[in-house]
């Protein structure tokens, strides 16, 4: 398997995803093993224009558990201060020359393709704006397709703050991808999903459900979803309305309440850091999955970086 | 020597001490002969929410010169804002997945056992607020033990700021093992020692003077004690109260004078970095092993990191 | 090839400037192939008490490919914070047990100096004050001999704020010792040359020509040049008078038209990042060599750290 960027869900298709999972499965063994020199003499560049201490590890510890080394800045936003001059273009372009491989993380909407046009090494998009996060949306269909035994035919609750999310969006061209799919949306007006993710998944004859949380609605949800995608629902989302926030979280918290109803082979995934949208008591149970997206996260990353830069085992 | 996590300093029983040193020197030598490939393939996170360059920059260097690898933050608390949400606990959950081994510098008193009790891998304590920071206190006393040859019997003065060193806390859970053993406490009242470290030294039979540094007492102190560990006092912890806090800063001062009346056979030690507690012309002088403290921590690093992982020669 | 430090660019002489640049070509060899394992076991400190993302990533980007570690941070500043304490020489000296080579950029002029009266490993200065950026001079002599085939008898224009530049001032003090060495200076006038420099320059023979950057001048220059050296003109020297910087600005462009004037082997060099002192238009330009100084800057500093380590194949 051999990518040139990651740059976008679109960019994959079912037969690439398929690939991938099991370059992934590859990658759970290595790490098992304690790791491997697979990427040996490789510079992985981490050029973080917003911090994101998740995925900036993730990669990080991916590119070390496969004997390669890491240049590492969560400050790359003062590289191209106003006051210094640099474009993004020309940080990429420099960056080119000390590594390998790029994971940008950018403010931007549609940086990582920007970086990608001008880039002599591959760009993975680390999160770009509000746009996409492709490789956290890869790991968190990863995660269904190993922790349910396939996508096709899932019901998915996501839960939060759809608007601002670009894991979700990211995940929902993914999902488009399979049949039978069915998504609840719930969310609080104000932050409901995008019109252009809800009018792509309608194209792609996905089922769409919308709700408002209210708590009754919570556990009847509960029994049909396989899914419950929380998110978390920002204070400063709210602008003056703080009550509304206090009154519409209230509605949105998974509880051993919520848990009773959920079906036995259904999980609880959240791409952290969480508040408290899950209540601490549910972090035993089993189809808490949350701390799991992280470690198929790091193996999903062990893959991309395997293959884009062509050194698969 | 297998250590599970360290967290303070009385975990520790003089066996484990003698053993944890004998380990060090045997990391010395390696140290001479340019590293080791032993911890090849372990990650270390190097978690600090509060910056410290030399706490940080020795386990770093230690885990390199070991063979293994560094993923370092010294802006760990913006992951854990309340913004974003995320607990130090999660924090640490999360970790335990990109690291093999982890060390956690924090504002907050209990820190590193709140992270030890949800970890799925080793925490080192490397300072929580003013409670402890035992691989500082290990590493001093690991100083005393080489360059005197041996604890027991000895008289020490703590000079400076008493009240806030998590240092010299710690040191003193470590002293009151050995037996014979006299401290002076140096230090302007208001950052004198705190009652509780006075009552567990009292009742572990060490010998304590107090005095308030006056400077014809510092002389007179030389010639008595075989260590002499000074401590910064910082402007900060006098208030308005400037004046009173140059007054007495001149009362603190390690001089050539205070020199002339030390035993040959004694030490000055100091955790750094340092103002003008120690004048720089004491720096060439056999006794003033403050640097020496620099090289022996690095070999206790090296000695704890290969305990927790495992992994001793 | 052995050195002790890099602090400034006086201490080369022409023989070791042409040994240094066969070792950067045969470094220029191991990258080729992927990097080498020289400096293996070897650990590089990067103190950067100022950030400068080009310098630090070019030096650890060198110092992995040569198999050696990383120890780093760009807030060496805080380190040495008044309210901590801590002197330059004391940090110098810590690090000194932590690592086996220093790079150092700091806001002083003097500093890499006065760091390698204490040190204990090389110390490389990577930038301090105003005064000198010898390893980018370096590179930027490198790719004059490489480019042009060599120093002796080259015509060049420096162009831009000359007054604040330390590469320009250390990439002087390369040049006089080569001969039939020609030099326009463009710059507005607050902006000029240091006249230290200036004196130096006469004093070794370099010929010496003084310009304002007006439009038809600038095309005429370019008919003489063999190499244009570009550095930016920021803002905030013009202090209130930004009209004056708006105006003269305007003068200090290279563009297409300037381009067409000037000679087929000729060069133009920027150390970046730049603003709008070179047209975006240039960059396809054969002649436009500044993402090459780039890639020579690796090469030179992968020479550094072998000759100051000891460790040349």
């Given at each position: 398997?051999?990518l040139?960027?990651?740059?976008?869900?679109?960019?994959?298709d079912?037969?690439?995803?398929?690939?991938?999972?099991?370059?992934?499965?590859?990658?759970?063994k290595?790490?098992?093993?304690?790791g491997?020199?697979?990427?040996?003499?490789k510079?992985?560049?981490?050029?973080?224009?917003?911090?994101s201490?998740r995925?900036?590890?993730?990669?990080?510890?991916?590119?070390?558990?496969?004997?390669?080394?890491v240049l590492?800045?969560d400050?790359?936003?003062?590289?191209?201060?106003?006051l210094?001059?640099g474009?993004l273009?020309?940080?990429?372009?420099?960056?080119?020359?000390?590594?390998?491989?790029?994971?940008?993380r950018?403010y931007?909407?549609g940086s990582?393709?920007?970086?990608?046009?001008?880039s002599?090494?591959?760009?993975?998009?680390?999160?770009d704006?509000?746009?996409?996060h492709p490789?956290?949306?890869?790991?968190?269909?990863y995660?269904?397709?190993?922790?349910?035994?396939g996508?096709?035919?899932?019901?998915?609750?996501?839960?939060?703050?759809l608007?601002n999310?670009?894991?979700?969006r990211s995940?929902?061209?993914?999902?488009?991808?399979?049949?039978?799919?069915?998504?609840?949306?719930?969310?609080?007006p104000t932050?409901?999903?995008?019109?252009d993710?809800?009018?792509?998944l309608k194209?792609?004859?996905i089922?769409l459900?919308?709700?408002?949380?209210?708590e009754?609605a919570?556990?009847?949800?509960?029994k049909?979803?396989?899914?419950?995608?929380?998110?978390?629902?920002?204070?400063?989302?709210?602008g003056?309305?703080?009550?509304?926030?206090?009154?519409?979280?209230?509605?949105?918290?998974?509880?051993?309440?919520?848990?009773?109803?959920?079906?036995?082979?259904?999980?609880?995934?959240?791409?952290?850091?969480r508040?408290?949208?899950?209540?601490?008591?549910?972090?035993?149970?089993?189809?808490?999955?949350?701390?799991?997206q992280?470690?198929?996260?790091?193996?999903i990353?062990?893959?991309?970086?395997?293959?884009?830069?062509?050194?698969?085992?």
């Amino acid at each position: 398997m051999q990518l040139k960027h990651v740059l976008e869900a679109q960019q994959f298709d079912k037969k690439m995803l398929k690939e991938l999972f099991t370059l992934s499965d590859l990658m759970k063994k290595i790490l098992e093993k304690g790791g491997s020199t697979l990427l040996k003499e490789k510079i992985l560049a981490s050029l973080f224009y917003v911090p994101s201490f998740r995925t900036q590890f993730s990669f990080e510890s991916a590119m070390m558990r496969l004997g390669g080394e890491v240049l590492s800045t969560d400050k790359a936003e003062s590289f191209s201060s106003e006051l210094k001059g640099g474009s993004l273009e020309e940080t990429i372009r420099t960056m080119g020359y000390y590594s390998d491989v790029i994971v940008l993380r950018h403010y931007e909407s549609g940086s990582a393709k920007r970086a990608a046009k001008v880039s002599s090494v591959p760009i993975i998009n680390g999160g770009d704006g509000a746009a996409q996060h492709p490789t956290q949306a890869l790991l968190d269909l990863y995660t269904i397709e190993r922790e349910l035994g396939g996508v096709d035919g899932v019901v998915i609750a996501f839960m939060g703050d759809l608007s601002n999310s670009r894991s979700i969006r990211s995940l929902c061209y993914f999902l488009a991808k399979y049949s039978g799919i069915k998504i609840y949306l719930v969310a609080p007006p104000t932050l409901n999903m995008r019109e252009d993710i809800i009018q792509y998944l309608k194209r792609h004859r996905i089922t769409l459900y919308e709700s408002y949380g209210l708590e009754p609605a919570l556990e009847d949800l509960a029994k049909k979803v396989d899914v419950f995608y929380v998110t978390q629902t920002p204070v400063g989302s709210f602008g003056d309305r703080v009550d509304d926030y206090e009154r519409s979280k209230k509605n949105f918290i998974i509880d051993k309440k919520v848990l009773k109803s959920m079906k036995r082979n259904s999980i609880i995934m959240h791409p952290l850091p969480r508040q408290d949208e899950i209540s601490q008591e549910v972090d035993r149970d089993l189809r808490a999955v949350y701390y799991k997206q992280i470690h198929y996260g790091i193996c999903i990353r062990m893959a991309i970086l395997c293959a884009v830069l062509g050194k698969t085992p």
